[in-house]
């Protein structure tokens, strides 16, 4: 039973970071179902309460982190708030158009052409594109790092400490 309890913890990590390129899965949620399975199947199953703290610390700013680096990167390259929405709305319809490079190229699209209707400057709208696929780069990497941090603490603590 235990085999088959670790097969779902770590198919559920797998699950997680297949989430980066296919934003329709909630990533960091996802990690949770490995740890609640591996608390909950076990007996000794006994993760530290700093673990919990710190997962649940880590959650709220991975998906903080998300809407801020969009904001902040499509604005910073001179954006509108139609162009963050557009994003938004680009990242979940590319991972269905093209998977995986959807999730780069159609909210390039989106932001381009809403750019564009709204005043007809290529560079500009070209620009504003740009910030889009940095947020998404850059929010995906930052939230690489801090679930590789979160699942190689799980397994410190369920295997080294317990």
Do not use: R
């Not at 006994?46 to 710190?54: C, E």
């Amino acid at each position: 039973m235990s085999v088959i309890l670790w097969l779902c913890i770590i198919a559920a990590f797998v699950v997680a970071f297949i989430g980066l390129i296919k934003p329709i899965i909630p990533s960091v949620l996802v990690l949770w179902i490995g740890f609640l399975i591996y608390q909950f199947g076990f007996h000794n199953g006994q993760l530290s309460w700093v673990f919990y703290v710190s997962m649940i610390l880590f959650t709220v700013f991975i998906l903080v982190a998300d809407f801020v680096m969009n904001k902040y990167f499509v604005n910073k390259f001179g954006g509108s708030k139609l162009s963050e929405y557009a994003a938004l709305i680009g990242v979940i319809v590319g991972c269905f158009v093209f998977p995986p490079f959807g999730i780069i190229i159609v909210p390039f699209v989106a932001v381009l052409i809403v750019e564009m209707i709204q005043e007809p400057n290529l560079s500009k709208a070209l620009k504003a594109s740009m910030g889009s696929v940095m947020a998404f780069l850059a929010s995906s990497i930052a939230q690489a790092i801090i679930m590789i941090i979160m699942v190689t603490w799980f397994f410190i603590d369920a295997l080294l400490i317990n």
